[in-house]
């Protein structure tokens, strides 16, 4: 559900920090999320807890570095797309919750394990 007040810069700035510290390079792991704590005003927060903040604010990103960041780690051109056709907080956090689970799905895959359905 859209949120009826534009998003509050701590939280436009943590999901920012959200997006560079969840890199396909990285050494970031499905079986301990939450290794990568984000600031959200005071609080350490999961990358997962902060796409789930930010959920529902239409504003336009505000950062076109972050846009750009979030797109280029995208390796599912569906997900580009959506990111593309609808650049705001709430999708972007969207977009990028589905990388987390595709990303944990391919972990799990590649060690022979079933993923857990929720």
């Known amino acids: 559900m859209a949120k009826d007040f534009p998003i509050p810069p701590f939280l436009s700035r943590a999901f920012g920090d959200a997006v ?3 890199r396909p390079d990285d050494r970031w792991n499905p079986e301990a999320p939450d290794e990568k704590m984000i600031d ?3 609080t350490l927060c999961s990358i997962s807890e902060v ?3 930010v959920r529902g604010y239409s ?3 505000s ?3 972050i846009y750009g960041a979030l797109y280029n780690q995208m390796m599912n ?3 580009k797309e959506k990111l593309s056709c609808d650049g705001t907080y709430g999708n972007a956090a969207d977009c990028m919750l589905e990388m987390i689970e ?3 799905a391919e972990y799990l895959q590649r060690r022979g394990l ?5």
């Open 20 to 22: 560079l510290r969840f």
């Open 40 to 42: 959200v005003n005071g």
């Open 51 to 53: 796409c789930k903040l």
């Open 59 to 61: 504003d336009r990103l």
């Open 63 to 65: 950062d076109n570095a």
């Open 77 to 79: 051109n569906d997900l």
């Open 102 to 104: 595709l990303r944990a």
């Open 114 to 118: 079933s993923p857990v359905r929720r």
